[in-house]
């Protein structure tokens, strides 16, 4: 089934050198499916993800033919009704948790605040709702983490409570913008498993932006390759390493492989050709 | 000759109730000419300790000592400074938002009482890469590998031999890694430098170091050449569990 459908989306920023293009022409659609899209920065990956929510504010331009949920097109929808799409259908979780959450408020009213918006429960509801959900994401203690503020917390904490609370209104669509990249790789691993599980479980699809091939390779179904706001290449997370594209192949080979000792790394060579390519479409 | 000899060096931070132990009796040396990484999660200490030769964490007990001479608890001196300079992770905090490339080189060259700086920057910016015309940039104009490019280049102006890197790319693209660390690979060959490298990615330090040490709760729980890691004879549980998380 299909939940979310884009159609040659575009962002725009004018700068005093003129319009500048993040996204150039973008169509893919989403189904109940881990989506991966990879590249490096400023290739635009992080860009599509927030036209979706249509998190860019003027002077930013968003174009599109259709940004598609449920038969209904995003970009026609009054500012008041993306209130309701925000969170309740699509949820963002962002790279830092140290910057999405408030400071200087307590993380248990942070999440209950989040399911008391889109549902009118009372707040002892609500706050029996965080801590389930903090259980969820495998918080040990999740009534002192409930009373803490975003401080006392380490990264991966952070992040856990961010899934946590992007999840409690039971969106249909995640997207995660770096999730674990400001994560230790031992971390990484738990965060994603908890991810993995959830839209496991409840059927969700995922929008998973990251610059790290491997792990997407690995944690992902499918791949979107973006490069200078176009999508290059789209491939099954599991024959990314196949890749055809040389711009997949050149940020392959630029990893240092632990078991494949070298002296140089492979440096990538840019083509400009790649950029002028137009855009694949990335529908399943 | 050993270049670097850390002997059950403790650090800590803040003091009472806010005592945190970062270090707790680290030793390891590291030879002239040696590439030697150390490796863990976030908050394992291993910055710490580079801190602590540096003098940035002041609170520190045990002995350092580089090129066999033995640090002192006071303020390091400018032949400290001279031999050894650190490139941190962030490219984008570490250089002086107002000050040119040219401004922040040549304050360093002056420091160190080079003369002759105006050959000396431009054969500096060439010897990392960076083409003459980011001479009179200012950070924001440039990207984060040619900010790292600039920040290597600092710690080179004043012949120091021996570089601490600390995440040295952990804020950059692949593609951008791949092109610093082959830098840092050549210079060392070039200028015979020896390198004390902190990551938390594993692969990274097996590309770019001999050997090793594993931290874990300030802790180092084995030193190991990158060789007997790689041929999985690790002996201790974290750092074989680093291993599995870091080969795809």
């Known amino acids: ?284 | 000759m050993t270049m670097i000899t850390i002997n059950g060096l403790n650090v800590w931070y803040g003091d009472g109730r806010d005592h945190v132990d970062a270090v707790k009796n680290a030793s390891f040396e590291v030879a002239a000419g040696e590439s030697f990484g150390l490796v863990g999660e976030s908050g394992s200490g291993k910055s710490t300790i580079l801190r602590a030769i540096t003098g940035l964490a002041p609170n520190w007990s045990g002995t350092i000592s580089i090129e066999g001479k033995q640090l002192s608890h006071g303020k390091r001196d400018r032949e400290f400074y001279r031999r050894v300079q650190m490139v941190f992770q962030d490219p984008y905090a570490s250089l002086h938002p107002r000050h040119t490339v040219d401004q922040v080189l040549s304050e360093t060259l002056d420091l160190n009482g080079i003369t002759g700086i105006d050959q000396r920057v431009s054969r500096l910016l060439d010897g990392v890469g960076l083409d003459g015309k980011f001479r009179f940039r200012y950070p924001h104009q440039l990207s984060g590998g040619q900010r790292q490019r600039v920040a290597i280049a600092r710690a080179l102006a004043g012949e120091a031999n021996i570089i601490l890197l600390d995440e040295p790319t952990s804020a950059l693209d692949v593609s951008v890694q791949a092109e610093i660390l082959n830098l840092l690979t050549d210079l060392r060959e070039e200028h015979n430098l020896t390198y004390l490298m902190v990551s938390h990615d594993l692969p990274v330090i097996g590309h770019m170091c001999d050997r090793l040490a594993v931290m874990k709760d300030g802790e180092i729980v084995e030193t190991l050449t990158v060789d007997s890691l790689r041929a999985m004879r690790a002996q201790h549980e974290y750092s074989r569990s680093l291993l599995k998380a870091s080969i795809v």
Not at chain 1, 265 to 277: C, G, I, Q, T
């Open chain 1, 1 to 284: 089934m299909m939940l979310l459908d884009v159609k040659d989306l575009w962002v725009k920023f004018p700068t005093r050198q003129g319009l500048f293009e993040a996204v150039r022409g973008v169509s893919f659609s989403l189904g109940k499916e881990r989506l991966g899209i990879v590249g490096e920065s400023g290739s635009g990956k992080s860009m599509t993800g927030r036209a979706i929510l249509r998190l860019i504010r003027p002077p930013g331009i968003v174009e599109a033919d259709h940004i598609t949920l449920e038969g209904r097109n995003l970009l026609d929808v009054t500012e008041k009704d993306m209130r309701e799409v925000r969170g309740e259908k699509i949820s963002m979780v962002m790279q830092d948790p140290k910057f999405s959450l408030n400071p200087v408020m307590r993380i248990g009213d942070q999440i209950m605040e989040a399911y008391l918006v889109h549902n009118s429960v009372s707040k002892s509801e609500a706050r029996a709702k965080s801590v389930e959900m903090l259980e969820a994401v495998s918080i040990r203690d999740p009534e002192r983490v409930m009373r803490a503020y975003p401080h006392e917390m380490s990264g991966g904490m952070g992040q856990r409570i961010m899934i946590a609370m992007m999840l409690i209104p039971n969106p249909q669509i995640l997207i995660a913008d770096e999730p674990t990249s400001a994560l230790d790789v031992t971390v990484q691993r738990q965060v994603l498993d908890i991810m993995d599980k959830l839209v496991k479980e409840r059927g969700m699809g995922l929008i998973f932006i990251s610059h790290d091939l491997n792990l997407v390779a690995e944690f992902c179904d499918r791949v979107l390759i973006m490069y200078a706001g176009r999508i290059v290449e789209t491939c099954d997370a599991n024959k990314l390493h196949d890749a055809k594209h040389p711009y997949t192949q050149g940020l392959l080979n630029s990893l240092p492989r632990f078991d494949q000792p070298r002296r140089h790394l492979d440096v990538l060579k840019r083509d400009p050709s790649w950029a002028e390519v137009p855009s694949v479409k990335g529908h399943t």
